[in-house]
């Protein structure tokens, strides 16, 4: 039951299909260093392809009708898009569902101190990170500072060539026997995770002049005051672009690839969809996966419920009954990164059932952990028909677990669609390094990702 690597069955002509795949994600990812951030670039990209605003034709109460595109953006942190079929939504829909939210240090509501001449900002970790790979790498400052007037400050400091960077500091070897003798989950506290943004006190000031300074300099360039970080959500990640990783540059070395690689796939599964789909399609870009899908944009919540009764009203299909049968008639792919096998950490995994870099698309039937637990475990017969869509296709595909048994474990969106009664099953690309600042993708395993995700709307 080995699987073939996806690069052994390319022509000259796939490879180069393969790389311009790679650079626009790569383009994206240089862009989307927030969930925000995410749905700006998507939106924008969705209009060029002929997506309409689907909230607009909402408002003017508009009829749709099959092989319309629409996009549909919630809280500006998640970004739903929709091509309409030819088959009522009440015989079922096929969607695509990823997470745009990633691992980082989220600013406090009361951030700045100062303190021996350097001023910081207070962070609190979002998601599972290790804490001692955020120190010592350079670091950008993303997000949005909200006036009390209801004015959105849109601040990204640290991608360009010309920014000023941010860092947390290490302590030298020299004078790291304490730290070194600790757990590495101990190296680094949570609230050692202080980003440095000065050391220069401001000129006539008496007391906390650095920190005065700092402020100068938010009020001159961003037009913000300390008091306005209450209403702010900056978010702290390594500052820079995606770069080609390896002699043969086929892979990718970027931050957030969990799970914008996906997310970034589906784009563009929904872009190449030419001819109108016999049923709807669907494309979720959710947010506040990494921290259980919660609060108002998470999974949990109803706004894609919500959006999807929205749209059946506009179909003329109203009422209670056809949406439940709508959704539980559903096929979805969870679109999600799966843990990409390590021969250097190879204890970690059961290689038979491991996924590989540049294997391509990777299906895992359950996640969870400590015996599924937690798991959405999809069924056989839905298992088959993937395997059948993805044959078909002459897709590279590999099937794998998170990890040997006990070793640990992790979630997707999977079990939160398959309450609907859908079909649901988990499917994405292998990551190297998940959750450290910069994580590692195969180029072939995000274009086979990409096909994957097209063949299975249009045909499950
Ligand atoms: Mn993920
Ligand atoms: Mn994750």
Redesign the pocket.
């Known amino acids: 039951m080995e699987r073939k690597f996806a690069w052994a069955g390319y022509s000259e002509n796939d490879i180069n299909k393969v790389n311009e795949f790679a650079e626009r994600y790569k383009a994206f990812l240089g862009k989307g260093k927030t969930e925000r951030e995410c749905v700006k670039e998507a939106v924008t990209l969705a209009k060029k392809n002929g997506f309409k605003d689907l909230g607009a034709l909402i408002e003017k109460g508009k009829a749709l009708k099959a092989g319309q595109k629409l996009y549909y953006t919630y809280m500006d942190k998640c970004v739903m898009l929709f091509v309409i079929g030819k088959s009522p939504m009440e015989k079922g829909f096929n969607i695509i569902g ?2 745009i939210d ?1 691992p980082r240090l989220d600013v406090k509501q009361n951030p700045l101190y100062e303190t021996d001449g350097l001023a910081y900002l207070d962070t609190h970790y979002y998601g599972g990170i290790k804490n001692y790979q955020w120190v010592a790498l350079p670091l950008a400052l993303h997000g949005v500072v909200v006036k009390k007037d209801g004015k959105v400050i849109e601040l990204s400091i640290g991608e360009s060539d010309s920014d000023p960077v941010f860092c947390i500091s290490d302590i030298l070897p020299h004078l790291g026997q304490d730290q070194m003798k600790k757990n590495a989950a101990d190296a680094i506290e949570g609230e050692q995770l202080d980003v440095l943004i000065g050391g220069n006190p401001a000129q006539g000031v008496e007391k906390e002049a650095v920190k005065a300074l700092a402020l100068k300099y938010l009020k001159e360039k961003y037009d913000f005051e300390e008091e306005d970080f209450l209403s702010a959500e900056l978010e702290v990640v390594p500052a820079g672009k995606p770069r080609d990783l390896g002699l043969d540059r086929s892979m990718i070395l970027g931050y957030g690839h ?2 914008r690689v ?1 997310a970034y796939a589906q784009l563009e599964a929904m872009f190449a969809l030419d001819e109108t789909p016999e049923k709807t399609v669907a494309c979720i870009l959710t947010d506040k ?2 921290i259980g899908s919660v609060g108002a944009t998470g999974m949990r919540a109803k706004y894609f419920e919500n959006a999807i009764a929205e749209i059946m009203h506009l179909m003329g299909e109203d009422g209670e009954l056809k949406l439940r049968r709508a959704l539980s008639n559903g096929n979805m792919l969870s679109c ?2 799966s843990a990409g096998f390590d021969p250097a950490f190879a204890g970690a995994f059961e290689k038979k059932n491991a996924a590989f870099l540049g294997k391509g698309v990777c299906f895992n039937k359950f996640t969870g952990s400590r015996g599924k637990g937690g798991s959405n475990d999809a069924n056989a017969e839905f298992m088959a028909k993937c395997r059948a869509i993805m044959d078909g296709a002459g897709i590279s595909f590999q099937t794998a677990e998170l990890g040997k048994v006990n070793q640990g474990g ?1 979630g ?1 969106i999977a079990y939160i669609c398959a309450l609907y009664g859908m079909n649901v099953i988990d499917s ?1 690309v292998a990551v190297l390094s ?1 959750h450290a600042p910069w994580e590692i993708i195969s180029k072939a395993d995000l274009y086979e990702s990409f096909r994957a995700y097209r063949e299975f709307v249009l045909k499950a």
């Open positions: 990823a997470h990633s969990d799970d996906c996966e990494e999600d990164v992790g997707t994405g998940m």
